[in-house]
């Protein structure tokens, strides 16, 4: 029997949704859906947890709405809702019932089922952008936490030779194979895992999550790290920036890139080479 998804309905303002959203990250919801007054938030329906929500509802002096959607429901909702996208003139973002967007050097086309990652959201894009600024070319790049496997799928574009993409749920399996096959990027790895995978070394790791689960594994992707490799994170507010800089750098990072979006923040950083 699949899986059903339960959908919380919030009504509340641009700002406040994006702190939402990093909130209910926390408690396992994995899939979003925002307008400028409303945000719809997704979970399986057997983790999800009211009292844990009540709490976050409370706090802002906000209530919700709760309904259940079938597994099957996800597509017809994302073919209703999920628009294109353009970052610059070098990518362009849409799902395939779009036509090809004009002007643009390349294309990713993302059908999503329950899985972040379109670029619609600024960590997505932040991280996008930064991937640009690397010399990615015949580089081993990994993935953690993959989602709809958008980042992998343009780490191969920007030339990465051998990439790895992780995620914790098969639901996101699922979706990421179906959408590097779609992207020419078939040869992309895609692995069941809630933790690094022992025993591999990349020059550029993304990790596109939430603070949480980046304070928890950001040790175990560093020893990953090749020297003079890169390491962009995501997923983090604004607030966040601080505690993450001096966490990294306490790991031996240093700190060279950052962005911001709609208070969001990514974060880039280098491991040093050894003299």
Request: proline residues 3%.
């Amino acid at each position: 029997m699949d899986t059903r998804t339960c959908a919380i309905t919030i009504q509340a303002s641009s700002d406040l949704q994006e702190l939402l959203v990093a909130q209910l990250s926390e408690l396992g919801f994995d899939g979003f859906e925002q307008t400028e007054t409303t945000l719809i938030a997704y979970m399986e329906e057997e983790a999800f947890n009211s009292v844990d929500l009540e709490l976050i509802l409370n706090q802002h002096k906000i209530t919700a709405s709760e309904s259940i959607i079938e597994k099957t429901n996800w597509n017809a909702i994302w073919e209703s809702n999920f628009q294109p996208i353009q970052i610059s003139n070098r990518l362009g973002v849409r799902a395939h019932f779009h036509p090809p967007i004009s002007g643009v050097e390349q294309e990713i086309i993302i059908t999503p089922k329950m899985s972040f990652g379109t670029g619609h959201h600024a960590t997505t894009s932040l991280v996008m952008e930064m991937m640009f600024a690397i010399n990615l070319q015949d580089q081993s790049l990994l993935d953690f936490g993959t989602g709809t496997g958008i980042l992998a799928i343009l780490g191969k574009m920007l030339g990465a030779k051998m990439i790895l993409a992780v995620d914790n749920d098969d639901w996101c399996i699922e979706n990421a194979l179906e959408n590097c096959k779609v992207n020419g990027a078939g040869d992309i790895e895609v692995v069941l895992s809630d933790r690094p995978i022992p025993g591999r070394n990349f020059n550029t790791i993304l990790a596109n999550i939430n603070r949480h689960i980046l304070l928890e594994h950001l040790p175990a992707l560093v020893k990953q790290l090749n020297p003079g490799g890169q390491l962009i994170i995501s997923g983090l507010l604004k607030d966040d920036e601080v505690e993450l800089e001096v966490f990294c750098n306490n790991l031996g990072l240093l700190s060279i890139n950052k962005g911001e979006k709609n208070g969001w923040i990514a974060l880039g950083f280098l491991l040093p080479i050894a003299i």
